[in-house]
């Protein structure tokens, strides 16, 4: 060997060192780890198309069950809502609905009428225009019932009319949500 040249690599004992130690943890991890992980990740997407979640970052979110019953009693087929909303059998129903309510707290229902109906892609959106006679007590009491009814209505706006205390003509406008069941290879 030349002397010049194992002088030069007696100099740089600590370079050569390193280059051999790296060497020796890149085949160790090739021969080692890699196969190992690489069976970890084959064993997370088996699990995954078993519908088990292993991954913590992985697990499906799961709707909590008072929203999933309120969303499927307030669904219909797709092509049954939008018949039912064509034909003005959801506005009626709606109208049915909110008057019954009414007049559980004692208001006066004087008039109503249908209102606009959309048809969204994934819902049927029906309105509708109602006018009564109330307090403001029964109003509040009308509006507690429909938050509790199970239903996707909602009281867009409202007016109250009269300065006199007690019975007030009252004006107020709803919207039912009904929405489309997807297919079921959709």
């Not at 190992?36 to 519908?51: D, F, H, I, P, S």
């Not at 008057?99 to 048809?119: C, F, K, R, Y």
Request: proline share 5%; charged share 15%.
């Amino acid at each position: 060997m030349n002397p010049i040249l194992a002088e030069q690599i007696r100099k740089q004992w600590p370079l050569v060192g390193a280059v051999a130690v790296f060497l020796i943890f890149m085949v160790t991890h090739m021969l080692i780890f890699q196969p190992g992980v690489q069976r970890y990740q084959t064993a997370l997407r088996r699990a995954g198309e078993l519908g088990i979640a292993l991954d913590p970052e992985g697990t499906p979110k799961m709707m909590p069950t008072r929203v999933f019953a309120l969303l499927s009693d307030n669904a219909l087929p797709a092509a049954t809502a939008e018949a039912q909303g064509s034909s003005g059998e959801l506005t009626a129903s709606l109208l049915e609905e909110v008057t019954h309510l009414a007049n559980q707290q004692g208001i006066d229902v004087q008039a109503t009428e249908p209102g606009a109906t959309s048809n969204l892609p994934r819902a049927v959106q029906v309105r509708a225009h109602v006018k009564a006679r109330c307090t403001y007590a029964q109003f509040v009491g009308f509006l507690d019932q429909l938050d509790h009814g199970g239903r996707l209505i909602s009281v867009d706006r409202f007016s109250f009319s009269g300065d006199a205390p007690g019975r007030h003509q009252l004006d107020f406008w709803v919207t039912r949500y009904v929405l489309k069941q997807a297919q079921a290879g959709s």
